[in-house]
């Protein structure tokens, strides 16, 4: 019996070793993908900042465009305003010269006639006074001719005096022209200088206009490079979104493989179990039917021996006293049912969960901890080096290390499973009962957090339950 027990014992304790091994491989898978997706999401953390950033810059860019191309529709404004005074300005001068050219003739031609009548005037005087010695000549010969000699006088005179005037009045216009045309020469200089000035802010307005027209094509340029960058991160983004989608989808599959390795074992324990429990049956069938058939042949001796002792006519009483005392005892030399499976049965555990370590839960069951993946378990903040306790009595199904978790210890309560992770070492070996309370290792550190947490993770069968619900 126990042979069978034994044999039942190691073909469920083999298969949980590859069932481990496959779930080493599993775990060691999961956390390669947990590392590969917290850099992704670091990386994507990043690109995402770097976005903000450009699109922060595209925005303070894109402001200071619209204030330049303000700047240079003000300047153009301005420039066209200076074009148009400079314009009017040249016009004016324009006319300051056509007043000076028509003065300057207007002066020329007083001129000449001035000197033209200072000639007539001057000859005049000089026939006058040609006339004037033939008359003193005249009267020393005795000869008179008052009365016309009168008149001849008074003509002259009257013919001097208004050629005079008429010379007098041409050089008074004569005058007036040139004083205009000294005017017009001032306007004309001031209109010139007035014009420059204009000139030179024309060119002023025009070279600013030209660096903010350069400075508009360097921002547009850098909104361009900008937008381009933001392109690039959010294209880069949705590719390690999608390689993250990938791989916590290949993630719920192994995990989802774990839960039915772990279902599995469970059912071919239990299968190992029915079958040492039938086997045990049969062989305690056959004990008891040998029991009754020896003790139904040892009615049959007794009865026997019985009838010859009445043919001898020996006391009924003291025969069947002695039949009684003489009716050997059954003693059962089978192991009793304790015995027989107190090896190979899993203690079971109370189902009140005691805490395994204690300290603060800093992770939740459910909680996300990567995109797209919840907690399975908790996680408990304690201490490095802390003592981990068993949280029920059990027995230990593994004992070793899964990448992603450190050392790891799985404890089989009957009707729950509890996981311990994150373990710096274990004192407990796969195989071993243990109680609760009963210390199985010591904390580490979480892989990827570097933190003293302990991931602690129970189960109903294959299924994962929030272990809050049982402590």
């Not at 005179?157 to 008429?166: E, T």
């Not at 903010?212 to 392109?231: C, M, P, S, T, Y």
């Not at 993250?244 to 390795?261: D, G, P, R, T, W």
């Not at 609760?436 to 991931?455: A, E, F, H, M, V």
């Amino acid at each position: 019996m126990k042979k069978i027990i034994l044999k039942f014992s190691l073909f469920a304790c083999t298969l949980l070793l590859v069932f481990a091994d496959q779930i080493e491989d599993n775990k060691k898978r999961i956390q390669q993908i947990d590392s590969q997706v917290n850099k992704n999401n670091q990386v994507i953390n990043k690109n995402k900042t770097e976005i903000g950033k450009a699109k922060k810059n595209e925005i303070t860019t894109t402001t200071q465009v619209k204030q330049l191309e303000t700047n240079i529709v003000r300047l153009q404004n301005e420039y066209n305003e200076a074009e148009k005074k400079y314009r009017n300005i040249l016009t004016k001068i324009g006319v300051n010269n056509e007043n000076i050219n028509s003065n300057i003739s207007e002066i020329n031609r007083n001129t000449q006639i001035i000197n033209i009548n200072k000639t007539d005037l001057n000859n005049k005087i000089r026939t006058w006074d040609k006339i004037r010695r033939n008359k003193e000549k005249t009267n020393k010969i005795g000869i008179s001719s008052s009365a016309n000699q009168l008149k001849m006088r008074h003509d002259l005179k009257i013919l001097f005096n208004k050629q005079k005037d008429y010379i007098q009045g041409v050089e008074d216009t004569k005058k007036n022209v040139e004083n205009k045309k000294n005017k017009e020469e001032v306007i004309k200089a001031l209109n010139q200088k007035e014009a420059a000035s204009v000139n030179a802010a024309k060119s002023n307005l025009e070279n600013k206009s030209k660096e903010l027209n350069e400075a508009k094509k360097e921002k547009n340029k850098l909104i361009a490079q900008l937008r381009g960058k933001q392109a690039t991160l959010n294209t880069e983004n949705k590719k390690i979104e999608k390689s993250n989608s990938q791989l916590v989808s290949e993630k719920k599959k192994l995990n989802a493989q774990i839960q039915a390795i772990i279902q599995r074992a469970i059912r071919e324990r239990e299968l190992a179990m029915e079958r040492a429990a039938e086997e045990k049956r049969k062989q305690e069938e056959a004990e008891r039917i040998r029991r009754e058939a020896e003790a139904q042949r040892r009615t049959a001796e007794e009865r026997k021996s019985t009838n010859e002792l009445s043919g001898a006519k020996t006391v009924p009483s003291r025969s069947t006293s002695t039949t009684a005392n003489n009716t050997p005892k059954v003693i059962n030399t089978s192991p009793t049912s304790s015995s027989s499976t107190s090896s190979s049965r899993t203690p079971t555990g109370t189902g009140k969960l005691i805490m395994p370590i204690n300290g603060s839960v800093v992770v939740s069951y459910g909680q996300t901890k990567v995109e797209g993946l919840k907690s399975n378990g908790i996680e408990i903040r304690g201490s490095v080096g802390q003592s981990v306790r068993a949280a029920d009595t059990g027995k230990v199904i593994y004992s070793g290390s899964l990448n992603g978790l450190g050392s790891v210890v799985i404890i089989d309560h009957g009707s729950l499973v509890t996981v311990y992770g994150n373990l710096s070492g274990v004192s407990v070996s796969k195989g071993a009962n243990v109680n609760k309370g009963q210390t199985i290792g010591t904390l580490g550190r979480d892989q990827i957090s570097k933190q003293p947490n302990l991931y602690f993770e129970t189960r109903r069968g294959v299924n994962v339950v929030n272990p809050m619900s049982y402590f």
